[in-house]
């Protein structure tokens, strides 16, 4: 069966340090991944997604990058954390191919930006 | 007008209530649509997914799905506590790439 991590759970960082979220999955191959933000009252916010190694589509401007530098691995990394990137975060993939593109989502980390 | 609209609740109701969740949306080219269950500080877990008009069930879960209305709804019999959460809808256009759109999602408190 497929499972989905994420770390770390919970993260406080002061405003201008630099983030590392990680998301890895196992028990399939070559999925699509997934980085969502969700903030309380604005629902799911979808920030990139991967449909393989070092291809990387971002749906929204921001001072956040993602990367995967391994098939089932994906990070979502900034230089300069703002207040305004508080927010629990979501990693998500679903099996590439597949027309409903129904995802799984992970555990989630909540990052306060103070 | 936004793609996928759902009422953010709260929604509160006696254990053992039937309870109904619902959304519309805007695109008659969305192909499949799915229910999400989110428990407090956890991440959305898939419920249920619907491609055609219908009804699916899945235990006390049913899912609806009118697309002459553009609606969709999910039902819940013999509500327990343990429903407590907020309920996702989702919906895509289909392909490998569907990325899904979300609605805000409902959230639902059983009281016992």
């Known amino acids: 069966s497929q499972t989905i991590h994420q770390w770390p759970a919970t993260l406080v960082q002061p405003v201008g340090s630099p983030l590392s979220l990680e998301c890895t999955v196992e028990?399939?191959?070559?999925?699509?991944l997934y980085w969502y933000r969700q903030a309380a009252g604005r629902g799911l916010q979808l920030l990139f997604y991967?449909?393989?190694?070092?291809?990387i589509s971002s749906e929204v401007p921001q001072n956040l990058s993602a990367s995967r530098p391994q098939d089932r691995q994906f990070i979502l990394s900034s230089k300069k954390l703002l207040l305004s990137d508080s927010g629990f975060y979501l990693c998500?993939?679903?099996?590439?191919?597949?027309?409903?593109?129904?995802?799984?989502f992970g555990p989630g980390t909540r990052l306060t930006v103070l | 007008q936004k793609e996928v609209e759902q009422d953010p609740g709260p929604l509160s109701v006696p254990e053992g209530a039937i309870v109904s969740l619902n959304c519309t949306y805007s695109?008659?080219?969305?192909?499949?649509f799915m229910w999400y269950r989110q428990y407090s500080r956890k991440g959305p877990e898939l419920l249920m997914y619907?491609?055609?008009?219908g009804n699916k069930e899945d235990g006390r879960f049913t899912a609806q799905v009118d697309k002459s209305s553009k609606y969709i709804s999910l039902f819940i019999r013999d509500s327990q506590p343990s429903d407590s959460a907020t309920y996702l809808c989702?919906?895509?256009?289909?392909?490998?790439?569907?990325?899904?759109?979300f609605g805000k999602g409902t959230k639902l408190s059983v009281k016992p």
């Open positions: 619907t491609y055609s008009s």
């Open positions: 028990g399939t191959s070559n999925p699509n």
């Open positions: 998500a993939w679903s099996v590439a191919g597949a027309s409903t593109d129904t995802q799984y």
């Open positions: 991967s449909v393989g190694i070092g291809q």
């Open positions: 989702a919906t895509n256009y289909g392909g490998s790439q569907g990325n899904l759109i």
């Open positions: 695109n008659s080219a969305f192909q499949y």
